[in-house]
């Protein structure tokens, strides 16, 4: 682990440094930052990112942490000191670049333009500071969202150092929140929510000569409790050292014991930093003058910023060197694939003369048309979490049955895979049995007594009325009302799932190896003529189910509509019939006292009464009203089970086979006509190599 590495590490010597950025940076690792640039390069290149290492600032308002941001970056990057306290995150980007002697800043925005834009250090300042006062204003005094900055610079590695606001102590003295407590609790909210990035280092800061007093420490546990992934830095030593007068006091802040900080914390020990980083060589001699003796290698190399950074390089090396063997595979196979696709484009520039061109769309054209018929007999050769449809997606793609107040009818729960992903011809006899079950269940409307009176009419011969005739006119227009737009409505439906098999079996091409990659435009022809083929036999398959609903409503064949005597001898065995009176219809009703309306029994008044209320009386009694509507009912239902058997039939003779048996010839007299044609509008050379 990242304890280890920093345990075998101890024994090393000290790096002496001054404060300049020069000696703050180690020769060794520019090769290794070269190569990480190459390599994060690379990545972003082939779409494979990865982040670079980050390390998260955690400390009081008063720790110093925006001073040993700027120290571990050699140079001032943020305002340091005064009033303006830090109240956003900022994420210091930090790329190695040779070329930059001096630090060039971007300021990274979610402009769709302009993404990145380049700043002063002294500008980028003003931003800070105008950010920080602009949410000083607000009742929100402190947002999670980071001020992104890019800095490349010959003297730093690739390393990304995210600075957080100063955590606040604020008493808890009243019930009442204050200000002051209310905007602690904001920013140990803001900070604990960094903190939970388990690719963070966090770096935590104290500003304390007594380990006893964990502010900061206490709260990164709560987050990271076995501290495995935090280094611990005592700030301001240069302060700190005038209050030692002996040196135990300093050998037990140097080196704390285990009941005051866990040894397991990253790097076995804490820091020591001054606030200017120039101090360094004073500290190490004002502190070996109180313990009358020098440093040994594990204490130096816990003093100072210089000390610090080295830490980090060399922990940030082991991120670096642990991220090769992840994005080098990845790489190698961007590698691969990249010279796969060389190899075919060279075979296809070798391709490129017509007679290759016409072979390889034969072929092509030759294996399509084999999927087709594969997926409507059933295949598992395209995954149906891709490619099939609920019932549910299938209404919203492909439309639903919708009745005649203009909503979509509700499928029987009788449904068979309604809930199941289906595609090809199992979709298609789901569609076709949802039209049975839908349609099937449609009633005849009710009939009115105008509606009768208005079917009437006058005769050309006499003035009798032929109730026969009006229960036939009013049963068509009803039928040919509820019907019509269930069949246009299937046919858009059925259009929809055989469409879908065009993406489906171009798939099953890519899949096996059959497809043609760069000749978009020949596929588009493929993809055309297979949509003009389907739109076809659909308007084809419509016009055949709207002539069965023209001749079933234009004339009424008994036998067809009315299943022959049998289905009127049911019709009528439903009514009654009661001797007429001069009663409302509503006494009628009840003198008919349930006797049948064809019975043996049936008095020569009652028959006399029946044949002057259904030839030629046009006062509507309730027997002939019931007797028509009875009729409208019969007539309705049989040219209902007519056209759902038609609807089905012509479906499957005139749409679904036409798609296995008529459209290969199709295609191939389409695109063999093309070839001889104009071969350059079936193959654009031009584009063919991406």
């Given at each position: 682990?990242?304890?280890?590495?920093?345990?075998?590490?101890?024994?090393?010597?000290?790096?002496?440094?001054?404060?300049?950025?020069?000696?703050?940076?180690?020769?060794?690792?520019?090769?290794?930052?070269?190569?990480?640039?190459?390599?994060?390069?690379?990545?972003?290149?082939?779409?494979?990112?990865?982040?670079?290492?980050?390390?998260?600032?955690?400390?009081?308002?008063?720790?110093?942490?925006?001073?040993?941001?700027?120290?571990?970056?050699?140079?001032?990057?943020?305002?340091?000191?005064?009033?303006?306290?830090?109240?956003?995150?900022?994420?210091?980007?930090?790329?190695?670049?040779?070329?930059?002697?001096?630090?060039?800043?971007?300021?990274?925005?979610?402009?769709?333009?302009?993404?990145?834009?380049?700043?002063?250090?002294?500008?980028?300042?003003?931003?800070?500071?105008?950010?920080?006062?602009?949410?000083?204003?607000?009742?929100?005094?402190?947002?999670?969202?980071?001020?992104?900055?890019?800095?490349?610079?010959?003297?730093?590695?690739?390393?990304?150092?995210?600075?957080?606001?100063?955590?606040?102590?604020?008493?808890?003295?009243?019930?009442?929140?204050?200000?002051?407590?209310?905007?602690?609790?904001?920013?140990?909210?803001?900070?604990?929510?960094?903190?939970?990035?388990?690719?963070?280092?966090?770096?935590?800061?104290?500003?304390?000569?007594?380990?006893?007093?964990?502010?900061?420490?206490?709260?990164?546990?709560?987050?990271?409790?076995?501290?495995?992934?935090?280094?611990?830095?005592?700030?301001?030593?240069?302060?700190?050292?005038?209050?030692?007068?002996?040196?135990?006091?300093?050998?037990?802040?140097?080196?704390?014991?285990?009941?005051?900080?866990?040894?397991?914390?990253?790097?076995?020990?804490?820091?020591?930093?001054?606030?200017?980083?120039?101090?360094?060589?004073?500290?190490?001699?004002?502190?070996?003058?109180?313990?009358?003796?020098?440093?040994?290698?594990?204490?130096?190399?816990?003093?100072?910023?210089?000390?610090?950074?080295?830490?980090?390089?060399?922990?940030?090396?082991?991120?670096?060197?642990?991220?090769?063997?992840?994005?080098?595979?990845?790489?190698?196979?961007?590698?691969?694939?990249?010279?796969?696709?060389?190899?075919?484009?060279?075979?296809?520039?070798?391709?490129?003369?017509?007679?290759?061109?016409?072979?390889?769309?034969?072929?092509?054209?030759?294996?399509?048309?084999?999927?087709?018929?594969?997926?409507?007999?059933?295949?598992?050769?395209?995954?149906?979490?891709?490619?099939?449809?609920?019932?549910?997606?299938?209404?919203?793609?492909?439309?639903?049955?919708?009745?005649?107040?203009?909503?979509?009818?509700?499928?029987?729960?009788?449904?068979?895979?309604?809930?199941?992903?289906?595609?090809?011809?199992?979709?298609?006899?789901?569609?076709?049995?949802e039209f049975r079950q839908v349609v099937g269940t449609v009633s005849c409307p009710s009939v009115n007594r105008e509606e009768i009176v208005n079917a009437c009419g006058v005769d050309e011969v006499h003035d009798g009325i032929n109730y026969t005739r009006t229960a036939c006119v009013i049963a068509v227009a009803k039928a040919k009302e509820a019907f019509e737009p269930f069949l246009h409505q299937l046919g858009y439906r059925l259009g929809h799932v055989m469409r879908r098999l065009l993406q489906i079996a171009m798939y099953m091409m890519r899949k096996d190896g059959q497809f043609l990659n760069g000749h978009e435009l020949f596929l588009k022809r493929v993809g055309s003529a297979y949509y003009n083929f389907v739109e076809e036999s659909m308007r084809n398959v419509l016009g055949k189910t709207m002539e069965d609903l023209e001749s079933t409503t234009e004339f009424v064949s008994w036998s067809l509509h009315s299943q022959g005597s049998a289905g009127l001898?049911?019709?009528?065995?439903?009514?009654?019939?009661?001797?007429?009176?001069?009663?409302?219809?509503?006494?009628?009703?009840?003198?008919?006292?349930?006797?049948?309306?064809?019975?043996?029994?049936?008095?020569?008044?009652?028959?006399?009464?029946?044949?002057?209320?259904?030839?030629?009386?046009?006062?509507?009694?309730?027997?002939?009203?019931?007797?028509?509507?009875?009729?409208?009912?019969?007539?309705?239902?049989?040219?209902?089970?007519?056209?759902?058997?038609?609807?089905?039939?012509?479906?499957?003779?005139?749409?679904?086979?036409?798609?296995?048996?008529?459209?290969?010839?199709?295609?191939?007299?389409?695109?063999?006509?093309?070839?001889?044609?104009?071969?350059?509008?079936?193959?654009?050379?031009?584009?063919?190599?991406?």
């Open positions: 682990g990242d304890e280890n590495f920093a345990r075998r590490g101890a024994a090393e010597k000290p790096v002496d440094s001054t404060g300049s950025p020069e000696r703050f940076f180690q020769r060794g690792n520019e090769t290794l930052y070269e190569a990480y640039n190459q390599l994060h390069s690379l990545a972003q290149e082939f779409d494979k990112p990865f982040d670079a290492p980050a390390i998260l600032v955690v400390g009081q308002q008063t720790d110093g942490k925006s001073a040993l941001v700027e120290a571990l970056m050699g140079f001032q990057f943020n305002h340091v000191g005064g009033g303006t306290k830090t109240r956003r995150p900022i994420s210091i980007n930090m790329k190695y670049n040779a070329a930059c002697t001096e630090p060039r800043c971007f300021l990274i925005t979610d402009d769709a333009g302009n993404g990145e834009r380049e700043l002063t250090l002294y500008e980028l300042q003003d931003h800070i500071e105008a950010e920080n006062r602009r949410l000083e204003q607000e009742a929100e005094q402190f947002w999670a969202k980071e001020i992104v900055v890019k800095i490349e610079y010959k003297y730093c590695p690739n390393l990304t150092i995210i600075d957080t606001p100063g955590l606040i102590s604020a008493p808890n003295k009243s019930r009442a929140v204050t200000p002051l407590q209310a905007s602690a609790r904001a920013v140990e909210k803001l900070v604990k929510s960094k903190m939970e990035n388990k690719d963070y280092i966090i770096l935590c800061l104290e500003d304390s000569s007594d380990w006893s007093n964990a502010s900061t420490r206490n709260l990164v546990l709560e987050v990271d409790p076995d501290m495995r992934r935090t280094v611990i830095v005592s700030t301001k030593l240069d302060t700190r050292i005038p209050q030692f007068s002996r040196g135990e006091d300093i050998e037990r802040f140097l080196r704390p014991p285990a009941r005051l900080l866990d040894s397991n914390i990253l790097g076995s020990s804490p820091f020591f930093t001054s606030a200017v980083w120039e101090r360094e060589d004073n500290d190490v001699a004002e502190l070996e003058k109180i313990l009358n003796r020098s440093l040994d290698n594990v204490e130096r190399q816990r003093v100072g910023v210089s000390q610090l950074r080295r830490f980090l390089e060399k922990l940030l090396r082991r991120r670096y060197l642990e991220n090769v063997p992840s994005i080098v595979p990845v790489l190698e196979r961007e590698y691969r694939s990249a010279q796969e696709k060389l190899l075919h484009t060279q075979e296809e520039l070798s391709d490129l003369d017509s007679d290759k061109l016409k072979e390889r769309g034969r072929a092509f054209y030759s294996q399509f048309v084999t999927k087709l018929p594969l997926l409507i007999r059933g295949t598992m050769a395209a995954p149906v979490d891709r490619f099939g449809e609920t019932l549910a997606d299938e209404h919203i793609r492909g439309g639903a049955f919708v009745g005649a107040d203009g909503r979509p009818l509700p499928a029987s729960a009788e449904l068979d895979n309604a809930e199941m992903r289906l595609m090809g011809g199992a979709q298609w006899t789901r569609a076709l049995q001898q049911h019709v009528l065995s439903t009514l009654s019939c009661a001797p007429p009176t001069a009663a409302t219809d509503q006494a009628e009703t009840a003198a008919r006292g349930g006797r049948q309306l064809v019975s043996g029994n049936s008095s020569q008044g009652h028959l006399s009464a029946l044949v002057e209320n259904t030839l030629w009386s046009r006062k509507l009694a309730t027997v002939t009203e019931d007797i028509v509507q009875a009729l409208v009912c019969q007539i309705f239902v049989g040219i209902r089970d007519h056209i759902i058997a038609s609807a089905e039939l012509k479906m499957n003779c005139f749409f679904l086979m036409p798609v296995i048996h008529k459209f290969p010839m199709r295609l191939r007299e389409e695109l063999e006509q093309a070839f001889d044609e104009d071969i350059d509008s079936v193959f654009d050379v031009a584009v063919v190599i991406p």
